[in-house]
């Protein structure tokens, strides 16, 4: 059996790779327009490549996922984040797993991840066919026809589509696979961007670009109320961080603009009532009564945010904690807990995955096969799942890899 994987991203490789470890006599050819192998996988995590979450709850992983939770649950539990890292490490990549429950290499270079897949397939069955740009994809009574922009076509029995979303163009990943997904008749919903920075109205953030804040809730309404938590982080244009990018994926599908602007809060003091935080400051200021407000306020937030807080809520720098008034320390603790931002657009070329793909009721969970072709099969980001930050998007790409090739290589004709 002659099996094509279009993509050689980590959903493709780990599907070449699963057929080669589990039916080495398949004649497997995997196909990426570019001149190497895991572009994207190598720039993941800053180059770290952020390779699953060590979270090992398989039910608190999958309520990483805004889309795809329900139709990833048999791949996940077949392939988990915990089965991810002991197939590396049988492969030779130590890993650290940090506070935050990010799993690397212990080397930091996502290179040694994909110097797996270049190992195995250089000693299997594999056929890797660099610069091959995919122009068509025919059904024909024996299988498939694969036409490319300037080589010669190739006949498969079996093709996997693993060729990712939209984002990081630059790697490849220009959203061809829709395309040929809706040739072979599947349904594509509708696509957006997601996991990136937001751009806001005000300019302030600049001010404080760099500071971070380790735990915040962020809240964000339109005709529904969101809200994440996690880090946040000031930027020269707005705010960015992980909770940041969870809000972006949660509105991925809501318009926003200048003229239109996205309402979002962030509460900075997600520990602490509102009116805890006034008796705090009435107690600090009582205890401290000549020291200026802005020192009250940095019991709470970093004093480059206090300056900021203070400025733009009106009470002026001057003030000792004496001559502040209740209403006004009400308005300073109502910015700690509510602190108002207007995203106008998303961070400018930063979106890391692409919310929206292939209709899920039309792949079967269990194997990744279409139920409209026989033989089709999808994996990764092409299919409409996608995860927030902290190697989800990554864990998906594995495990749906992992479940085509199971099925691929347990099928002998």
Not at 199 to 226: C, F
């Amino acid at each position: 059996m002659r099996v094509a994987i279009i993509g050689g991203g980590a959903a493709g490789m780990m599907a070449a790779a699963t057929i080669n470890e589990n039916n080495p006599e398949i004649e497997v050819f995997l196909i990426e327009k570019n001149e190497s192998l895991g572009k994207k996988v190598l720039i993941s995590g800053g180059g770290r490549c952020n390779i699953t979450t060590g979270i090992t709850d398989i039910k608190t992983v999958l309520k990483n996922y805004p889309r795809g939770e329900k139709f990833l649950t048999p791949a996940m539990h077949c392939f988990s984040p915990s089965d991810v890292r002991d197939w590396f490490l049988a492969h030779g990549v130590l890993q650290q797993c940090g506070e935050d429950l990010r799993v690397f290499p212990k080397s930091n270079d996502g290179r040694d991840v994909v110097g797996v897949f270049e190992r195995i397939f250089s000693r299997r069955r594999t056929k890797i066919l660099f610069g091959h740009a995919v122009k068509n994809i025919e059904k024909n009574k024996n299988g498939f026809i694969i036409y490319f922009k300037e080589q010669p076509p190739l006949l498969a029995n079996r093709v996997v589509l693993a060729l990712g979303g939209e984002a990081y163009r630059h790697t490849g990943s220009a959203g061809d696979g829709y395309a040929f997904a809706e040739s072979l008749g599947h349904r594509v919903s509708p696509l957006a961007a997601s996991l990136y920075s937001f751009v806001t109205k005000e300019k302030w953030p600049k001010e404080i670009s760099g500071l971070t804040i380790p735990k915040a809730a962020v809240m964000a309404k339109r005709e529904k109320r969101y809200r994440t938590v996690g880090s946040v982080l000031f930027t020269h244009w707005g705010v960015s961080g992980p909770a940041i990018f969870a809000m972006s994926s949660l509105t991925a599908f809501i318009d926003f603009s200048p003229a239109l602007p996205l309402e979002i809060f962030i509460d900075l003091v997600p520990g602490a009532s509102a009116e805890k935080i006034i008796a705090d400051m009435k107690n600090f200021a009582r205890e401290n009564p000549k020291k200026s407000f802005k020192n009250t306020l940095h019991n709470f937030v970093p004093k480059t945010l206090a300056e900021i807080i203070s400025r733009e809520t009106g009470i002026s720098s001057l003030k000792n904690n004496a001559e502040v008034s209740k209403p006004e320390m009400e308005k300073a603790a109502q910015w700690l807990k509510f602190l108002p931002l207007h995203a106008v657009s998303p961070g400018a070329g930063e979106e890391l995955v692409t919310a929206g793909g292939v209709e899920l009721s039309e792949v079967n969970p269990h194997t990744m096969e279409s139920k409209i072709y026989p033989g089709l099969y999808f994996a990764g980001e092409i299919l409409n799942i996608d995860g927030f930050t902290g190697g989800f998007n990554l864990q998906a790409a594995w495990a749906t890899g992992r479940a085509a090739g199971k099925s691929l290589a347990r099928n002998r004709k």
